[in-house]
């Protein structure tokens, strides 16, 4: 059976919205009340589940279309099944996730640390790494193999100097600049800056009293 999807019912201040961007592509199997897509307003960003689970096999309004309120922008194949590469494509990060997580656990070093530690014979366990959530990193072992024992951990009150390298503008060359749309939110904004300058007086009085 054939299921729309469709535009949530906008308030009644906002007559349009733009389709900001697809989580799906056409022929992609979705899951009942999965985000398909995002709708932003002049206001917020609203997030368009998914009504039933199937195979989204048509999109009728692609990124950055104009829509209304109830208007139809996807149509979902409930009886369709996925197809069989979809199905082990998201398998296999779900299975490749959990050795990595358990080796994080274990040896809470890098891999790169890992084999120079094993050409060093330095033992990563016993190494206070200096790296995200304490993992050891390569400059630690090679801080090791130096010393011939732990990293040293440096003093709390200890401060350290570091002299930055110095930068030729004349190499960095002209910026790139690239021109995006502005959201539904700022051209708002901008819509509503324009009007209070039209409209209201922007000056500064001084009322002097002598009594």
Do not use: C
């Not at 979809?86 to 299975?95: F, G, L, T």
């Not at 790169?112 to 014979?121: C, S, Y």
């Not at 995200?132 to 011939?148: C, E, F, H, N, P």
Request: glycine content about 8%; charged content about 20%; cysteine-free.
């Amino acid at each position: 059976m054939l299921v729309e999807v469709k535009v949530p019912q906008l308030s009644e201040s906002v007559a349009e919205a733009t389709l900001v961007s697809w989580h799906k592509k056409a022929g992609e199997y979705v899951k009942r009340d999965e985000n398909l897509v995002d709708i932003e307003t002049d206001k917020v960003v609203l997030e368009t589940p998914a009504p039933q689970a199937g195979v989204l096999v048509k999109i009728v309004k692609t990124d950055g279309s104009t829509v209304t309120s109830n208007e139809i922008i996807a149509t979902i194949d409930t009886e369709a099944k996925p197809a069989a590469g979809n199905a082990e494509a998201a398998a296999v990060p779900v299975a490749a996730a959990a050795p990595a997580r358990a080796a994080v656990a274990g040896v809470p070093a890098m891999p790169a640390a890992q084999k120079l530690a094993a050409e060093k014979n330095i033992d990563t366990a016993s190494l206070s790494g200096s790296g995200r959530g304490g993992r050891v990193t390569k400059g630690d072992v090679l801080q090791a193999a130096q010393g011939g024992g732990k990293t040293p951990v440096p003093a709390a009150g200890a401060a350290s100097t570091r002299v930055m390298p110095t930068v030729d503008l004349g190499d960095l060359g002209e910026r790139p600049a690239q021109r995006v749309p502005m959201s539904r939110l700022r051209a708002r904004i901008a819509e509503r800056l324009v009007q209070s300058q039209s409209t209201a007086a922007i000056l500064t009085t001084f009322n002097e009293v002598n009594m």
